[in-house]
C-alpha cells in the first residue's frame, strides 16, 4: 500500500474487496452480474498495484508466473471465442461470459489478500457465509423455511428426514456445491493452520470434527455429488492432519467413509436418477466440438438449451454435465488447451507450496468441487468460477508466506 496515503490505500482495498466478493455471493449463472461492474473492478485493482505498488506485482511475476500466464491465457481464450462467435453471427444474444472478468480480478485479488489484516477480514466473512449455510440448509430441506438469499424457491422432494431439496433443483448445484461447500476450506483452513487468528485457543479434535458437520448441509440439498465431496473432503482434512497415521486412524476413517455410503444410499438410491442420459450427453457434445468447423474458437457459450445439441429418444438437456466437454464444445481447442493449462497450474501450486508442506485445505477444496465439475457443468457456471478465482487467490496470497506451524512441524518429535 502506498505509505504517504496509509488511509486512501486501506479504503480502497476494503472497497475494492468488498465489491469483489458481493458480485461473488451475490451473482448467479441465472443473474449473472454486470459485466461492465466486474471488468470495472479488474481495471481498477490492476491500476491500483501497477501505479502504486510495481513492485509486488513484479515479486508477484516472479513467484507464480506460470499460474498467471495460464490465467491470462484462458481469459483471452474465452474473449477470442465469443468475438469469434459475434463475426460469425451465431453467437446466443446473451452478454459476455463473466467467466472472463473473473479471471481478470484475480492478479489484484491475490496482492490485496498478502495484507495480513485484510486476509483476516475476509476469512472471517466466510466464515460468517458458511455458517449462516450451515444453518439455512437444513432448516430449508426439514422445514420448508426460505431463509436464504437464494432467487430460486423449495423444490418438494422427500428423502428421509429432508422433506425439500433446500434452495431448489437449480440451486443445489451452483450455490452450495460450487461455492458454499468448498469456500468453507477456504475459511476452516487459514484458522486451523494458524495463518490467522494465530492466538485464537482451538481444539484440534473440534475443528477436524467441522468438516464432518457439512456432510448434514450436503445431505439436505441432496445433491450426490456435494455429498461425495463433503466426505472425501472431510476425510482428507482428518488424514492430512494426523501425523501418526496409524492403523486406527485408516480404519476409523474406512468406517465413516462406509457409513457415509450407507446413509447417502439409503437416503437417494430410490429418487435419483441413473447416469445413462448424462453420459450420452457428454459423448454428444464430445462429438460435435470435434467438428473442425468449431475446432478453433467452438460454439460460444450456450446457458439456455441449444436446440441443436438434442440427443435424439432423450430428454432435452441444457448442456453436457461434463466441465471439459462444456469447454470444448463452448471455447474451442484454444479455450480448453488454456483451460487445462489453469487446472495444471493450480494443482500444481497446491500439491508443491501446501500439501507438500504437509497443509492440505486448499487441496481439500479442491475434493469438495471437482465432483460436481465432472457430473455437471463446471467453470462455466458463474458461483463456481468465483470461486475458482477465491481459492487461486488465496493460494497465491498465503504461498508468499511460510506456515506458522512449519517449524513446529519440522523439528523431531520427543517420545514419551
Avoid at 457439512?214 to 482428518?238: K, M
Avoid at 453420459?279 to 468449431?294: E, G, K, N, S, V
Avoid at 477444496?365 to 465432483?371: I, S
Wanted: proline share 7%; aromatic share 12%.
Amino acid at each position: 500500500m502506498p505509505a504517504s496515503h496509509p488511509l486512501i490505500a486501506r479504503s480502497f482495498a476494503t472497497l475494492w474487496l468488498a465489491g469483489l466478493l458481493f458480485l461473488a455471493f451475490r451473482g448467479a449463472t441465472v443473474a449473472p452480474p454486470s459485466n461492465a461492474v466486474l471488468f470495472a473492478l479488474a481495471a481498477a485493482g490492476n491500476a491500483w498495484f501497477l501505479v502504486f505498488e510495481p513492485a509486488q506485482v513484479r515479486r508477484l511475476l516472479h513467484e507464480h508466473r506460470a499460474m498467471l500466464l495460464a490465467v491470462l491465457l484462458l481469459a483471452a481464450a474465452i474473449l477470442s471465442s465469443e468475438a469469434a462467435g459475434r463475426l460469425r453471427g451465431e453467437a446466443p444474444p446473451h452478454p459476455l461470459p463473466p467467466q472472463a472478468a473473473l479471471l481478470l480480478c484475480l492478479p489484484p485479488l491475490a496482492l490485496f489478500l498478502r495484507d495480513e489484516r485484510l486476509l483476516r477480514a475476509v476469512v472471517l466473512v466466510f466464515a460468517a457465509v458458511c455458517l449462516w449455510h450451515l444453518v439455512a440448509m437444513p432448516l430449508e430441506a426439514v422445514l420448508g423455511l426460505k431463509v436464504s438469499w437464494h432467487r430460486i424457491e423449495l423444490l418438494p422432494r422427500d428423502a428421509g428426514p429432508f422433506h425439500y431439496q433446500a434452495s431448489g433443483l437449480a440451486w443445489q448445484a451452483y450455490y452450495f456445491p460450487g461455492l458454499f461447500l468448498p469456500l468453507f476450506y477456504l475459511a476452516w483452513g487459514p484458522v486451523f493452520e494458524k495463518r490467522v487468528l494465530p492466538d485464537w485457543p482451538l481444539s484440534r479434535r473440534a475443528m477436524l470434527a467441522l468438516p464432518l458437520v457439512w456432510l448434514v448441509p450436503a445431505l439436505s440439498v441432496q445433491s450426490r455429488s456435494a455429498f461425495a465431496g463433503a466426505l472425501a473432503a472431510a476425510l482428507l482434512a482428518i488424514v492430512g492432519a494426523s501425523r501418526a497415521r496409524r492403523m486406527r486412524t485408516w480404519v476409523g476413517l474406512a468406517v465413516m467413509a462406509l457409513l457415509g455410503a450407507a446413509v447417502f444410499w439409503l437416503l437417494f438410491a430410490e429418487n435419483k436418477s441413473g447416469a445413462e442420459l448424462r453420459i450420452a450427453y457428454f459423448r454428444h457434445y464430445m462429438r460435435a466440438a470435434l467438428d473442425w468447423q468449431w475446432l478453433a474458437t467452438g460454439r460460444s457459450y450456450y446457458l439456455d438449451p441449444d436446440l441443436r445439441m438434442m440427443v435424439p429418444g432423450l430428454q432435452m438437456l441444457q448442456h453436457s454435465h461434463n466441465d471439459i466437454a462444456q469447454i470444448f464444445y463452448s471455447w474451442g481447442l484454444p479455450g480448453l488447451a488454456a483451460y487445462v493449462a489453469f487446472w495444471v497450474a493450480l494443482v500444481r501450486l497446491v500439491w508443491t507450496r501446501f500439501v507438500g508442506h504437509g497443509e492440505y485445505w486448499p487441496a481439500c477444496a479442491l475434493v469438495a468441487l471437482v465432483p460436481n465439475m465432472v457430473t455437471d457443468l463446471g467453470f462455466q457456471h458463474y458461483e463456481k468460477a468465483a470461486f475458482l478465482v477465491l481459492l487461486t487467490a488465496f493460494c497465491l496470497a498465503c504461498a508468499a508466506r511460510p506456515r506458522p506451524g512449519a517449524a513446529r512441524d519440522a523439528a523431531p518429535a520427543v517420545r514419551p
